[in-house]
């Protein structure tokens, strides 16, 4: 299977601190997205890197792509309360063409 | 900015019944999805669809599922005998190019589809 998994599982953190996500995955890959959920809401597409990017930022986001160790990782910087969702990395394979693979995901809380 | 539309936003359907979920992509997208996540599960890939026709679908996507683009803007799913372990929210999602490829994949709000 190529599902990414993202660890940890939950994380709860307070305002203002950086919370930081990890996924990995299992085969090769041409690029890995992070999205962001709320509780029983869609997909919001957050950052997409291509696997011959090592480091991609967006606003107060910072993604990390290291394909020798297939892994990459999601930083946020100074939470804040609105951050609080769950956040899931899909992986797009080289031989999967438009299948995306998403993972259990993070369960963010930000503590305001 | 342009979004994906899906309607309804809920459906309550009784299992056997045919349920159809509508989407409506990004205009200038040519590629459609349809994923489902299963309350408390992973979001799992249903169908990729282009030039009118399926280009990959899972094994989740057996012959109770169609899809169709009956016209130039909707992009439809539909459940033909429904079955309790179809109650999932089911999102659809656009690309302007292949997405596992190059391109990022957006979806809409969801369907949340109850089947009792």
């Known amino acids: 299977s190529q599902q990414g998994e993202e660890d940890p599982q939950a994380l709860s953190i307070q305002e203002g601190e950086n919370a930081t996500m990890n996924c990995s995955y299992k085969?090769?890959?041409?690029?890995l997205q992070w999205y962001r959920q709320n509780s029983g809401r869609g997909l919001v597409h957050l950052i997409l890197?291509?696997?011959?990017?090592r480091e991609k930022h967006s606003g107060r986001l910072r993604v990390t792509l290291d394909t020798s160790k297939k892994s990459s990782s999601l930083l946020i910087t100074a939470s804040r309360a609105a951050d609080t969702a769950s956040y899931f990395c899909?992986?797009?394979?080289?031989?999967?063409?438009?299948?995306?693979?998403f993972g259990t995901g993070t369960s963010l809380t930000v503590i305001p | 900015e342009p979004e994906v539309t899906q309607t309804p936003s809920h459906q309550v359907t009784q299992m056997g019944q045919e349920v159809i979920l509508r989407c409506v992509p990004i205009s200038n997208h040519l590629y459609f999805y349809w994923y489902r996540q299963i309350l408390g599960q992973k979001v799992e890939f249903l169908v990729s669809?282009?030039?009118?026709?399926?280009?990959?679908k899972s094994e989740i996507f057996d012959d109770q599922f169609s899809v169709e683009r009956p016209d130039g803007s909707n992009f439809t799913l539909k459940i033909r005998s429904t079955k309790l372990e179809d109650s999932a929210m089911y999102f659809c999602?656009?690309?302007?190019?292949?997405?596992?490829?190059?391109?990022?994949?957006?979806f809409g709000p969801g369907t949340r589809l109850t089947v009792l």
């Open positions: 085969t090769s890959i041409n690029n």
């Open positions: 890197i291509r696997s011959n990017e």
């Open positions: 899909a992986t797009g394979g080289r031989n999967t063409g438009n299948q995306f693979y």
């Open positions: 669809f282009y030039n009118n026709e399926i280009s990959e």
């Open positions: 999602a656009s690309s302007e190019s292949m997405a596992g490829i190059t391109d990022t994949q957006y």
